[in-house]
């Protein structure tokens, strides 16, 4: 049990760090309603140029915002194969994941980069302290935009494209635009993460995708969706809530640290399952319910004349 409590702190940090990839995958998956697998490779496209500048003598803030902008480039690219290129929304993301390979490794010239001994963002302060305020400061300003005529379009083009498209809204903008924030997000994810790691690997991407989606999926079934502002900050807390059953998991003796992914895709299901099963339960309760207030009432049964 102290050993657990030990790790927990940890485990809030890369909940944290996590958390801005999941606020990408919220953006497409629940906003845009596009499935987009870029962020597989974005989050090392974040990490690679954050560990290749910084190791040419770069600022690290620097470098964390030139991280960003590469996501944004990465997603702007998949927005304009799916919109002018007219190709399917998951098959834009599965060739721009498989293209950012070969860059990521362009970008990086090796396999892996490290940074062990070098300046990073949390070099100065505590990686906790850093890490919660780039968090809230990038959920605010989320926030703000999602509010903003821009933002508002964006919601809009992901709950009835064709309705935004008769108001006469250039909605392939729009979805350009939101790609970009999103894998912008998951690049800035990636180098915070290979910052905190003192490292970036070409494989550090994999899977990332699920957990973004577990985040956004346990986010949403504990603490709910209501309005933009406890989307988000369910999303955060998603996240966070994620890493401490994963850490909680690792301390099961009987699984194995390979079991990572295996314990994830369960999670998911059963984030997926139970909101699914209590919905019917309450549609069956409802429908009972209703056919008991019939056989009492004799004026909708129609003999109440």
Known sequence: MLSL???????????LIYALMALGVYITYRILDFPDLTVEGSFTTGGGIAMILITNGMSPWVATIAAFGGGAA????????????KINGLLSGIIMMIALYSINLRIMGKPNVSVYGMDTIFTTSNVLVIVVIVVIVTKL???????????????????NERMIRSFGSNTDTTKIIGISLSNALVALSGALFAQQS?????S?????????????IIGEA????R?????????VLGSIVYRIII???????????????LITAVIVIVALVVPTIQKSFKQKKMARKRSAELLTDPVQRGGGQ
């Open 5 to 15: 409590l030990k790790s927990m702190p940890g485990a809030i940090e890369l909940g």
């Open 227 to 235: 309005k933009v502002f406890w989307a988000t900050l369910a999303v």
């Open 222 to 225: 504990i603490f709910g969706a």
């Open 247 to 261: 850490t909680i998991a690792y301390r099961v003796e009987w699984l194995k640290a390979s079991d990572l992914k």
């Open 141 to 159: 300003l989320l926030d703000l935009f999602l509010h903003t005529d821009l933002g508002l379009s964006l919601r809009a083009t992901g709950d």
């Open 74 to 85: 990465a997603g702007a690219i998949t927005g304009l194969l799916h919109t002018k290129g």
């Open 198 to 202: 003192t490292a970036a690997d070409i």
């Open 204 to 216: 550090m991407g994999i899977g990332v995708i699920v957990v973004g989606l577990a985040s956004v």
